[in-house]
């Protein structure tokens, strides 16, 4: 069965969810790039991965300096993010609990991995190159996305979330992590029926209002493709989803996506004074009708598709 998402729904989930004013993320980025095939680009990947950090600030809490190492690299297709170490957190049923290190950077203060880089950014130069639209302005987010281009800020957005809360060592078939292994604060969530992954967290779940259709396959991430008979077809327009990036369509966090990060312990921002309960549900009903407004639009401009892929982060 279909489900839309609403603010209204988030707005609940900030009533529930550690709220305070919303972080101030610094940021630094570095080229591993020995053979220069980034050269032309590196002011653009620069501002887009600033502008992907301070999205994520906006709907979190703490102060950071996040360091990014972007390694060019043709041994992937398109782009894969992730944090560079972990921290442990405590335990958990299935052993020790460990969060993404530049989650556990912001939500606490320490550097996990002292000066070396907080994220890992691997980019494809062809990709790069031939698909990769670069905003001229990617804090505005105004301008027009070409239709034959994949914006190259909700990339990089949807991989920062890889670094902050969408990653683990579960299976990507099942969830299931290594016996002993410990887990990330993701994999603690992702149960298996014999056929399909979903996401348990609480505050996802109260959004969604139901456990979550994790990507078969490609674990980390929402929903499946329609022609796979599984369930979360309604996923497509989300950040995470896990099949397809449309080309002329920005994607960007959503009420389902700042869920997982209060589910993995990170304390969310509240940007603005909480609404009288009447506010609240005439906001959560006007975003919906919005929401549905811009669903149907996109299905008037879908264009040619572009898969998606998480990388899973090192061992602890």
Known sequence: MKRNISRAALLALMSAAPMA?????????????????????????????????AAWGTHLAGNADIDIEVRMSTNLAYASGHSATSAYVGEAAGGALWAQGMAYKISSGIDPNGSAPDVILDLNPNYMANTLWFDPNPYARTAAVPGNRTDAESVFIHEIGH????????????????????????DQYVSYDGANMFFNGPNAMRVYGAPVPVTSGNNFHFGNAPASGRPGADLVNDLFNGWVFYNGQRYGIGALDEAVLADVGLTLASPVPEPSAGAMLLLG????????????????????????????FGAP
């Open 21 to 53: 004013a919303h972080a101030t993320l610094a940021y630094t980025v570095s080229f591993n790039d020995p053979l220069n095939l980034a050269a032309g680009y590196r002011s653009q990947i620069d501002a887009q991965l600033g502008a992907a950090v």
């Open 285 to 312: 009903l006007a975003c919906l009708c919005g929401w549905r407004h811009q669903t149907k639009n996109h299905r008037r401009q879908r264009s040619r598709q572009r898969s998606i892929s998480a990388m899973v």
């Open 163 to 186: 670094a902050l809360a969408f990653n683990g060592w579960g299976d990507r078939l099942t969830g299931r992590t290594p016996t002993g292994f410990g887990m990330s604060t993701w």
